[in-house]
């Protein structure tokens, strides 16, 4: 059965609602594509770049990122003759493209290239003068950039994370994180999230700890590979008091293995320009 496996990058959905209530008579309809898929046939959706997310109208339209392959989604139907549902997908460079799906026992398309297509939304907007080809550019340029940053990592279950840098650029704080995995049993990162919390407090709350939401992320590779898997992490700019530090907590798809470590505040100091 194929699963949806890949992350997403948060936007900030309060912000995105209130523009959608004073602002919707300047809005752009983004043309849906029909996709026919069967029980018996895999449909290969090919995008003009890497996927970071995908959101399926239905439970009985499965789709999954082809591994080692960023841009390429397979997706079929996991019941007959459903109600017509809905796929949509954004891509690295922060387009979104809409599909209408539906069943057909023996479609004819079997294989999609989506390079040239006109049927998705124009670059998103991340705020700070960042619009989705600056971040892309800016995440490539922090990727291809050397570790400097030490101490900061996690060994546990035969996984190694590490936080090898810290870059600003405006008000856009990235992290790159470098992620091995040394057992024999594969590791599918679920979610990397970002927590501030009080040092001074012995017991964790809900009240005590502020979540921080990524404005986008990337990754590269796979835990497994000789190098590990590399992941850019894009969010707006924030600092800590002495009395608290950054969590930052990784979790395992389909399993119990997670892991966490801490930023404090003399270390986020070390960040450097991009």
């Not at 891509?91 to 069943?103: E, L, P, Q, S």
């Amino acid at each position: 059965m194929l699963v949806v496996t890949f992350m997403s990058f948060a936007l900030s959905s309060g912000a995105m609602a209130q523009e959608g209530v004073h602002n919707t008579q300047n809005a752009i309809n983004i043309p849906a594509r029909d996709l026919a898929i069967g029980l018996s046939k895999t449909c290969m959706l090919v995008f003009p770049a890497a996927i970071q997310s995908a959101d399926r109208g239905a439970a009985y339209v499965l789709a999954e990122k082809v591994k080692g392959s960023e841009n390429v989604l397979k997706v079929k139907a996991a019941s007959p003759d459903f109600a017509p549902s809905s796929l949509t997908v954004i891509t690295a460079d922060g387009r979104i493209f809409a599909f209408k799906v539906f069943y057909e026992e023996n479609p004819s398309c079997l294989a999609l290239d989506l390079s040239g297509a006109s049927f998705h939304s124009a670059a998103v907007k991340f705020g700070g003068g960042f619009n989705s080809e600056v971040m892309q550019r800016a995440v490539m340029k922090v990727k291809g950039s050397g570790p400097f940053l030490k101490g900061l990592q996690v060994h546990k279950y035969g996984l190694d994370c590490r936080l090898e840098g810290s870059y600003i650029d405006r008000d856009v704080l990235f992290f790159k994180f470098r992620l091995h995995n040394t057992s024999n049993i594969g590791y599918s990162l679920a979610s990397l999230r970002f927590f501030i919390r009080d040092l001074r407090t012995a017991k964790r709350t809900a009240v005590q700890d502020n979540e921080l939401k990524p404005l986008y992320m990337q990754t590269w590779g796979m835990p497994e590979d000789e190098v590990g898997q590399e992941i850019v992490v894009a969010m707006h700019r924030f600092t800590i008091a002495d009395s608290k530090s950054l969590v930052i907590e990784l979790t395992e798809k389909d399993g119990d293995r997670s892991l966490s470590f801490r930023l404090k505040e003399r270390k986020l100091r070390e960040t450097r320009k991009l």
